[in-house]
């Protein structure tokens, strides 16, 4: 029973598109999280929800737009896509917003961009 | 500007032996820090945590040190078994705010 789950798993796609991806938790958990693993592996923060409400939004481009339609989803649209989106994202989900609970992490969707 | 550097990309450990995990931060503020482990085309799970008023924290096979006034810490891994082979992440935060990670470190544990 998959707890963190994100669709699709490889996306790969052209310059200028938009894109959407897509992702789901069944454990209950009140906040969910978007991470981007860059190409020097470091994982940050993209957005933050909380009950449904944006807590955290973290210095991306407006073309990166979250949207959380109920608790146990957390969605990413991505219009116009550039090369430097290449990317790993990841989808995460925790009961407390605090950094000291546990995350749960989904397993990843890498996106290239050509 | 990297507040949170793990400065060995990777390691290589006998099986049975100890792995010592390497974590250093800048920000003085940070007061809660974790590990998250790591396999290949899946996310990172969490292994442990410390807070900053601990120095020692002890899980089974796993034990992470913290040294503040180094602003530095540690995993060991003791014995060291196959199925440890992974990428182990530090991450640090300050007030439990957000997440801050390193870009972590591949184990690999030799047979």
């Known amino acids: 029973d998959t707890a963190v789950s994100q669709t699709p798993k490889y996306l790969v796609t052209q310059m200028g598109n938009d894109k959407s991806i897509k992702c789901e938790q069944n454990?209950?958990?009140?906040?969910m999280y978007w991470y981007k693993q860059d190409s020097k592996k470091f994982l940050k923060i993209m957005f933050s929800y909380n009950n449904k409400e944006l807590i955290i939004n973290e210095t991306v481009p407006n073309r990166f737009s979250p949207k959380s339609p109920d608790k146990a989803h957390l969605n990413l649209h991505i219009n116009s896509l550039e090369l430097g989106d290449s990317a790993v994202y990841f989808c995460?989900?925790?009961?407390?917003?605090?950094?000291?609970?546990?995350?749960?992490f989904g397993p990843g969707t890498r996106l290239t961009v050509t | 500007d990297q507040q949170v550097k793990q400065n060995s990309p990777s390691l290589s450990v006998q099986e049975g032996r100890i792995s010592i995990l390497n974590c250093d931060y800048t920000?003085?503020?940070?007061?809660?820090f974790l590990w998250y482990k790591k396999y290949p085309a899946e996310g990172p799970t969490f292994l442990i945590s410390?807070?900053?008023i601990k120095d020692k924290n002890e899980d089974g096979r796993f034990t992470v040190f913290l040294n503040k006034s180094a602003k530095h810490l540690s995993l060991h891994i003791v014995p060291s078994q196959p199925g440890d082979s992974a990428v182990y992440f530090c991450?640090?935060?300050?007030?439990?705010?957000?997440?801050?990670w390193g870009a972590g470190t591949k184990l690999i544990i030799k047979p």
């Open positions: 991450a640090a935060s300050e007030s439990n705010y957000q997440l801050i």
């Open positions: 920000n003085s503020m940070f007061d809660y």
């Open positions: 454990l209950g958990h009140d906040t």
């Open positions: 410390i807070s900053s």
């Open positions: 995460a989900s925790s009961q407390d917003p605090r950094s000291s609970y546990e995350q749960y």
